[in-house]
């Protein structure tokens, strides 16, 4: 069946860096494109932005330009979420959801990763 | 960017109970709108997708619709593993906007 399993939890200092996983099985990987979305405490949902598997063509929301990186290690089937320079702001829990496209939207969601920023 | 107005925030119900959520786009969508539900656990299972198509696996008693600008997400008669969060997610346009969610509470 269709999973997408992320890496566990972070705990970081603010100015450090954090790489989270999505690691996609059940499907071929590079056919679909890959969201993520951050959920800070207690607070709604809000997209990131999406990678194009196929084409590695990252695309992200206005909020998330700069320090938020997405990338792929194909082979793996693997997607990466990477957040430099983190910000207390930047505490939360981070999905990744399988995009099927236009009409079907996002399907499958990972289980979550959570980030927490602390000195 | 387009705005999603989700309501009730917090609704709270009994058992058997019919409930319906509601999501106004502020701009139009076209019926590019999911329903994901959040359990306390944090886990996010989409329930609908195209206003009113169910997702494999879904049980009937979801059901969603759209009347103009306004998308709704009806569950028939509320069983216990339905109490959670429920969020509304338009896909028409970048970037892809939620609603603000719904707690859905037991009476």
């Known amino acids: 069946q269709i999973q997408l399993v992320q890496s566990g939890p972070e705990l970081k200092k603010p100015g450090e860096t954090v790489k989270i996983a999505c690691k996609a099985s059940g499907y071929t990987f590079t056919n679909y494109g890959m969201n993520w979305v951050k959920q800070a405490p207690g607070k709604g949902l809000k997209w990131m932005g999406w990678i194009n598997t196929y084409t590695e063509e990252p695309t992200y929301g206005d909020d998330f330009k700069g320090r938020f990186a997405f990338s792929l290690e194909t082979s793996a089937s693997t997607a990466y979420l990477q957040i430099n320079k983190l910000k207390n702001e930047d505490m939360a829990t981070y999905f990744c959801?399988?995009?099927?496209?236009?009409?079907?939207?996002?399907?499958?969601w990972g289980q979550g990763t959570s980030v927490t920023v602390s000195s | 960017d387009i705005q999603m107005t989700q309501s009730p925030s917090s609704l709270s119900a009994s058992l058997g109970e019919r409930v319906s959520l509601t999501c106004r786009a502020s701009?139009?969508?076209?019926?590019?709108l999911s329903w994901l539900q959040q359990k306390p656990d944090g886990t996010i299972k989409r329930l609908i997708y195209a206003a009113s198509t169910l997702d494999s696996g879904v049980p009937k008693r979801f059901s969603g619709s759209r009347s103009g600008s306004d998308y709704s997400l009806t569950i028939s008669s509320l069983e216990s593993e339905d109490f959670a969060d429920y969020y509304c997610?338009?896909?028409?346009?970048?970037?892809?906007?939620f609603g603000g969610g719904t707690k859905l509470e037991i009476k």
């Open positions: 997610l338009q896909y028409a346009t970048y970037p892809w906007t």
């Open positions: 959801a399988r995009d099927r496209g236009s009409f079907y939207g996002m399907d499958q």
């Open positions: 701009q139009e969508i076209s019926g590019y």
